[in-house]
């Protein structure tokens, strides 16, 4: 094991390889307050690369219902229990989330329980990473649990509207493309890659022998065994289109099939760099809108998450950390710099490296939760990675009025 720096639980940790972070990483924002539970995502994933015989129940992308749903069933729950942390250990000064400060060194506080590494070596387990093979059993229903809501009420109990305590959210799931990828670490043919140029993790099909590590390994799940092949598959986060090969953005990065299929519109990907007015990375570690997802277990995944305003803080804090309540409060009465930057989402394909805001006139003034919030209508410029722009729009969605001669017309 070596000592690597992980951000995102404050402090070094042991992890079996050296840190090595990609000038870009792959990285990507889900909104769970606006996902409508379509599926579309889900279904761009698997109509594009896991339509084949032996790869039924790989759902590369796939959205569940939190708190019972979950696929495999109970991932999280099955994963908690192994770090000996469900309650979330965290370090953050004897002071509360919202007035906590750690600038970008420990921007949530420090994690002081173990990860699914620490823990494996702590108890002198034969393996790089604590984990567990799911049974089949477990990958039989990929929608289990769906909309099924959770309340203090007594079962035949009945809530009342407009105000009640049911509640239940959406949490959309990909391969998160980790830093330190429990995959990686735990496959002893070493035949999983974390890319250099854009920190997109890999299996090499030629390499792997279906030992299934990466898959008991893996917190989050994410690599699946074919049977027919004996190989392991994962989500490859359509690296071809990632890679600007798709003629439609003409040589530009663009982004993954699930992004850009998202009806809700609660999706934006990009990498994450040190420009702070790259978006994603604006949103994650300048404004701290978007969380990781359980970063208690270690493997610094890439994909974040804006928590749901509704659902019982302390779950919030276990799947997102610490950060949960600085992030729903700033999401529910939004900066104009926010409210501008979000405008962004599933505005165009084309991966948006850089933004520039040009002010717009002042067109609604509230106040919410007690806090006065003024809404201008500024104009949101994106830059692709040759510095041009790519996309242009307003905070107020434009209105366009059709003629009366169109296409189909009669
Ligand atoms: S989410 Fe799982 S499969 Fe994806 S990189 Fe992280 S550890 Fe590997
Ligand atoms: S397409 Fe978007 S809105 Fe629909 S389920 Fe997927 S993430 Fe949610």
Redesign the pocket.
Known sequence: MTLVHNWQLGRRMEYPYFESRPKHQFAAI?NTN?????????MACKSTWTFNKGQEYMWWNN?ETKPYGGYPQSWDVKTLKLIDSPDNTWYTDGKDAKTASYGTGAPYGTYEGDTIFETAKRKNLNQWAVGYIPEDKEWRAPNFGEDTARSSNQPGEYSSLPEHSRWFF?I?RICNHCTYPGCLAACPRKAIYKRKEDGIVLIDQKRCRGYRKCVEQCPYKKPMYRGLTRVTEKCIACYPRIEGRDPLTEGRPMETR?MS????Q??LQGFLDDNPKNPVTWLIRHHKVALPLYPQFGTEPNVYYIPPRWAPRAYLRQMFGPGADEAIEKFMVPSRELLAVMSLFRMTQTIVFEYKIEQGPKVFETEIHGKKFTMYNDTVIGYGDDGKEVVRTTVEEPVHIRPDKHYNSI
């Open positions: 889900f606006r996902c409508i539970a379509c599926q579309t995502c889900t959205v959406y959309q699930c299929a998202c009806v809700g609660i999706r």
